[in-house]
């Protein structure tokens, strides 16, 4: 089964060094949503206004297979 290495980015960078096997790409892609999930779950406070955060999923040779960015933006209409 291929490994696949969920790397995340917020105000600091996560480096997945252990990877998770995945029969099928598909489950990787569903596995990278899912990280998207909990991130915004454990801190949507420090979300906005920051850099956008990304997870970026990688082959076990480090080639970059797909990458999700999430950047949340307050227009002027939003209360302070």
Known sequence: M???FFHTQTDTRYTDREGT?????A?????AIQVCGE???EAPET???TRPWT??????AGLVLW???MDGAATAA???
Do not use: C, K, N
Not at 21 to 25: D, G, K, N, S, V
């Open 39 to 41: 991130m915004m779950r």
């Open 21 to 25: 096997m995945f029969e099928h790409p």
């Open 78 to 80: 939003a209360p302070e």
């Open 67 to 69: 990458e999700i960015s």
């Open 47 to 49: 979300f906005w206004g």
């Open 2 to 4: 291929p490994l696949y």
């Open 27 to 31: 489950q990787a892609r569903r596995e």
């Open 55 to 60: 997870v970026t999923v990688t082959d076990g």
